[in-house]
């Protein structure tokens, strides 16, 4: 059964800087697409970074240049570097990991919050 426990998130001022990790537990890591979406309050959830079982990765316009995701296959976590820090950044952030291309289940963590603000 595969979870996904996310971590790194906080408050932190605007131009400032934050890691978000997410551990993935269970067999198949290396199978699945990873993805960190987030989630401000009364709107809907959005793709902000994609990384393939490959490596290739994939960023909306509103983070690309500022996000950076990656992934440890050796510690089965996928990580979100955010850099220049902006108030419209402030949401709940959630990892979700793909397995449907391959036939497997989507999943998704709890999600961590990050507030920007001064």
């Known amino acids: 059964q595969v979870q996904l426990v996310e971590s790194g998130g906080g408050l932190v001022q605007p131009g400032g800087s934050l890691r978000l990790s997410c551990v993935f537990s269970?067999?198949?890591?290396?199978?699945?697409?990873m993805n960190w979406y987030r989630q401000a309050p009364g709107k809907q959830r959005d793709l902000v970074a994609a990384?393939?079982?490959?490596?290739?990765?994939n960023y909306p316009d509103s983070v690309k240049g500022r996000f950076t995701i990656s992934r440890d296959s050796l510690k089965n976590t996928v990580y979100l570097q955010m850099n220049n820090l902006k108030a419209e950044d402030t949401a709940v952030y959630y990892c979700?990991?793909?397995?449907?291309?391959?036939?497997?289940?989507?999943?998704w963590g709890q999600g961590t919050q990050v507030t920007v603000s001064s």
């Open positions: 979700n990991a793909d397995g449907r291309p391959y036939g497997g289940y989507e999943h």
């Open positions: 269970g067999s198949g890591f290396t199978i699945y697409h």
């Open positions: 990384i393939t079982n490959g490596g290739r990765t």
